[in-house]
């Protein structure tokens, strides 16, 4: 990511609550355009709430959500499919639909391109995440775990969306489906310059290609790299990034890195 890069989507003074309990208070945040940002946080912080809150899902109790300085609740559903694809923790995919029929979902809902095209571009897109062609035709529930990750990315690719929202992209994979989906976002982002917004507690994935972390405590956000939140004395965050997972994750990043 550029240091200087443009701010792409900002979050201001968010405000969530459920009933009587303050899950979010005065958030801010900004995603760079063409960084992997992770958000992270302990069970309760609200990292999907969050999530909800920047794509338009979810109307925050106060504070504004703005792409490319635009209110997102003031964009039409026609322009936020183009703008913003959305991985959803376990796929969504339609089970009664092929997986190029839901590739193809978002091209029929917005576009007027012909069948022909709408199937072209569907073959494009599983090839770019690393599905053969004849996996078009089946079922999701002939598909692996990762795979079904792989297809709901093909979906969330079909508008070519200039942010990719990923909600636990890694969850429930064993550690060889994990690592290739990790691959696959950063080629996607180091190729097609496409920014990404990663909900996830993988720290395998935080550290090692995540750009910036926002970390939900206390119900607010701290933000930095991942060097830089290991120097945090924050108790919880402290202990996320010294666990033997976290160091784990470490070592796993610089032998990635060959140093």
């Known amino acids: 990511m550029n240091p200087a890069a443009a701010t792409i989507l900002s979050a201001r003074g968010i405000v ?3 009933g009587k309990q303050l899950i979010h208070d005065k958030l801010d945040l900004d995603v760079k355009r063409g960084e992997i940002l992770g958000i992270a946080g302990g069970s309760g912080s609200g990292k999907s709430v969050l999530l909800k809150t920047l794509i338009g899902l979810h109307q925050p109790d106060s504070g504004d959500v703005l792409f490319e300085g635009k209110a ?4 039409s559903a026609h322009e936020r499919a183009f703008a913003l694809g959305v991985l959803f ?9 092929s997986v190029a029929d839901n590739i193809m979902l978002p091209m029929r809902e917005h576009t007027s391109l012909r069948a022909d095209d709408r199937q072209q571009i569907a073959a494009m897109k ?9 996996s078009g035709i089946k079922l999701p529930s002939a598909l692996s775990g990762g795979m079904v990750k792989r297809a709901s990315l093909a979906r969330a690719l ?4 200039q942010i990719l ?3 636990e992209p890694s969850s429930d994979l064993d550690a060889i489906a994990a690592a290739g989906i990790d ?5 996607l982002n180091r190729s097609l310059g496409i920014t990404a917004v990663i909900v996830t507690h993988d720290l395998t994935t935080l550290v090692t290609i995540c750009d910036r972390i926002a970390v939900l405590v206390d119900r607010g956000l701290t933000i930095g790299t991942a ?11 402290h202990d996320f990034f010294h666990g033997p997972r976290a160091e784990g994750a470490m070592t796993a990043r610089k032998v990635s890195h060959g140093n």
């Open 16 to 18: 969530n609550r459920f």
């Open 72 to 75: 997102i609740g003031a964009i």
């Open 89 to 97: 923790q376990q796929g969504a995919l339609f089970s009664s639909l």
């Open 126 to 134: 599983l090839a770019l995440t690393g599905l053969s062609a004849d």
């Open 158 to 161: 079909a508008l070519d969306p």
């Open 165 to 167: 929202f990923l909600d």
């Open 183 to 187: 691959d696959l976002i950063l080629q």
């Open 227 to 237: 060097d830089h939140l290991r120097q945090s004395r924050h108790p919880w965050i």
